[in-house]
């Protein structure tokens, strides 16, 4: 069985509904770290929960002072 025959019956529908979901939480934790949410979706849609975990060890960002 081949990878295109796993999409097309929906076993792979789940996973790529968690993954694309933990993208759009690690979007909101970056925008509430002072961080683009965009890039860190994008970046999430790639590595996935390493994206996650190296979010949630780095500091907020600083605001700018004006």
């Not at 975990?53 to 002072?65: E, G, I, Y």
């Amino acid at each position: 069985m081949n990878n295109l025959s796993i999409l097309a019956d929906g076993r792979a529908a789940p996973w790529f509904v968690g993954w694309g979901t933990l993208a759009l939480i690690n979007a909101g934790l970056a925008q509430g770290k002072n961080r683009s949410g965009l890039l860190w979706f994008l970046l999430s849609l790639v590595f996935g929960p390493l994206a996650t975990l190296v979010l949630v060890l780095m500091p907020k960002a600083r605001q700018t002072l004006f």
